[in-house]
T-cell receptor, first 116, second 113 residues
Framework: ETGVTQSPTHLIKTRGQQVTLRCSSQ?????VSWYQQALGQGPQFIFQ???????GRGNFPPRFSGLQFPNYSSELNVNALELDDSALYLC???????????????FGPGTRLTVL | GNSVTQMEGPVTLSEEAFLTINCTYT??????LFWYVQYPGEGLQLLLK?????DKGSNKGFEATYRKETTSFHLEKGSVQVSDSAVYFC????????????FGPGTRLSVLP
């Protein structure tokens, strides 16, 4: 069973540019969530995708968008990058819990984005 | 909204000392509770979880009990090792899909030999 993988590992962009981050979910997991983890803080929920549809969104502006593909892999796109977007971006995959709640999430190693 | 509060770190202990990291939460309904650990340079790993009141999660010598009456999920270990040095995050999963996984700010633990 393969774990969650993310690419690239590190990325440097300048303000105003656009970036795409990629995530492959753990085998058999149909739900992918994205988080932003600023230095020294806990992860903040960006959004979740379930069967290729957005299934919940945190307090992030529309310039943060995503996609999920039929094989359940996912992309996070950020437009018009700002300096405050510099963070570790984490992808997590899971299966919906029996009650409909998201159960245990399995995290990838993250992509470190630096915006100059 | 849902939230998680953790004791502020950093926490510095000597090897074999007893560890407690406090975690309290605010949530609607009956959330599942988790502890995740982040070792230096790595992503988050699930340490343990509990899905209902009075459940005890345990793993690698760590334990935490879901206390609904005090809305707490404190992490404990009887004897820490240098290899336990990491950042520990308390988290909850509730029934609000807009914020269905909420993390605390993390507590950095350093264990000295």
């Amino acid at each position: 069973e393969t774990g969650v993988t993310q690419s690239p590992t590190h990325l440097i962009k300048t303000r105003g540019q656009q970036v795409t981050l990629r995530c492959s979910s753990q085998s058999g997991h149909n739900t992918v969530s994205w988080y932003q983890q600023a230095l020294g803080q806990g992860p903040q929920f960006i959004f979740q995708y379930y069967r290729e549809e957005e299934n919940g969104r945190g307090n992030f502006p529309p310039r943060f968008s995503g996609l999920q593909f039929p094989n359940y892999s996912s992309e996070l796109n950020v437009n018009a990058l700002e300096l405050d977007d510099s963070a570790l971006y984490l992808c997590a995959s899971s299966l919906p819990g029996t009650s409909g709640l998201t159960d245990t999430q399995y995290f990838g190693p993250g992509t470190r984005l630096t915006v100059l | 909204g849902n939230s998680v509060t953790q004791m502020e770190g950093p926490v510095t202990l000597s090897e074999e000392a007893f560890l407690t990291i406090n975690c309290t939460y605010t949530a609607t309904g009956y959330p599942s509770l988790f502890w995740y650990v982040q070792y230096p340079g790595e992503g988050l790993q699930l340490l343990l979880k509990a899905t209902k009141a009075d459940d005890k999660g345990s793993n690698k010598g760590f334990e935490a009990t879901y206390r609904k009456e005090t809305t707490s999920f404190h992490l404990e270990k009887g004897s820490v090792q240098v290899s336990d040095s990491a950042v520990y995050f308390c988290a909850l999963s509730a029934d609000n899909y807009g914020q269905n996984f909420v993390f605390g700010p993390g507590t950095r633990l350093s264990v000295l030999p």
